[in-house]
């Protein structure tokens, strides 16, 4: 899911700068950018700490 959502910030990246003048409004592809990499951000949190939980069982 990580790796696909990384892959869709890639794309919007390259894409949105070319739509801004015909297909949409810079606001929003500002505001799309931003609320995928907080989401992005937020699941390598969750991920990252689930990972430690899982060593701690093991120590």
């Known amino acids: 899911m990580l790796s696909e959502l990384k ?3 890639a794309l919007r ?9 015909t297909k949409m ?3 929003d592809a500002l505001t799309q950018m931003q ?3 907080a989401t992005i951000d937020l699941l ?3 991920l990252s700490k ?3 939980e899982q ?5």
């Open 25 to 27: 409004h810079r606001k």
């Open 7 to 9: 892959r869709e910030f």
């Open 13 to 21: 990246k390259k894409v949105y700068p070319k739509w801004i003048p």
């Open 55 to 59: 060593t701690q069982l093991f120590l």
């Open 35 to 37: 609320r995928l990499k």
């Open 50 to 52: 689930e990972q430690g």
């Open 44 to 46: 390598e949190e969750l």
